[in-house]
Antibody, heavy 122, light 110 residues
């Protein structure tokens, strides 16, 4: 049974870096049939796709255009997890952050973590 | 910037059929956008209902169906039930590894 669990600080100060980790159980971050995404949700912005990584003999990355200059997603094969770093945060980045898994070829987000609330405030 | 449009709210009576739509601010939605649909209850992560236009996710009742209607993706609930009252989101694949969510539809069943 696939499980995803987000973890990280619940409070980040403005201008600092938001860092979250998604721990995977029941699958491998290096799976050739999986795609791993970060998605966030806030009352003001709704659901917002942030980016994805996947492994197909090499690692591939895609980021939302509006956030690509501030965001990095990285795999950690030793811990079977992947991470999100978002630089120079503002209160607008306050949201519930979800990690998700999609099947290659499904173009969708089949499995979701429970989400982690991150508040940006001084 | 491309905006994915959904009805902000919709109301349906129990047992009736309702169709929620997912469009583009510019252009038409087609199968190349691989539309998918999600249901979300308060305090819960979204649940996948439909992917790749019309494929039901495992365990989803067959009263939920997806299609392309005109220039939009559509989610049809045939015989709405009280526990279908939720928020519904569509997401479109825009190419180049980019997805965009719609703003969601709040469905009321009464």
């Amino acid at each position: 049974q696939l499980q995803l669990r987000e973890s990280g600080p619940g409070l980040v100060k403005p201008s600092q870096t938001l860092s979250l980790t998604c721990a995977i159980s029941g699958d491998s971050v290096s799976s050739n049939s999986a795609v791993w995404h970060w998605i966030r949700q806030s009352p003001s912005r709704g659901l917002e796709w942030l980016g994805r990584i996947y492994y197909r003999s090499n690692w591939y990355y895609n980021y939302a255009v509006s956030l690509s200059s501030r965001m990095t997603i990285n795999p950690d094969t030793s811990m079977n997890q992947f991470s999100l770093d978002l630089d120079s945060v503002t209160p607008e980045d306050t949201a519930v952050y979800f990690c998700t898994r999609g099947d290659a070829g499904s173009w969708a987000f089949g499995y979701w973590g429970q989400g982690a609330l991150v508040t940006v405030s001084s | 910037q491309t905006v994915v449009t959904q009805e902000p709210s919709f109301s349906v009576s129990p047992g009736e059929t309702v169709t929620l739509t997912c469009g583009l601010s510019s252009g038409s939605v087609s199968t190349i956008h691989h539309p998918s649909w999600y249901q979300q209850s308060p305090g819960q992560p979204p649940r996948t209902l439909i992917y790749t236009t019309n494929i039901r996710s495992s365990g989803v009742p067959d009263r939920f169906s997806g299609s392309i209607v005109g220039n939009k993706a559509a989610l049809t609930i045939t015989g709405a039930q009280a526990d279908d009252e939720s928020d519904y989101y569509c997401v479109l694949y825009m190419g180049s590894g980019i997805w965009v969510f719609g703003g969601g539809t709040k469905l009321t069943v009464l």
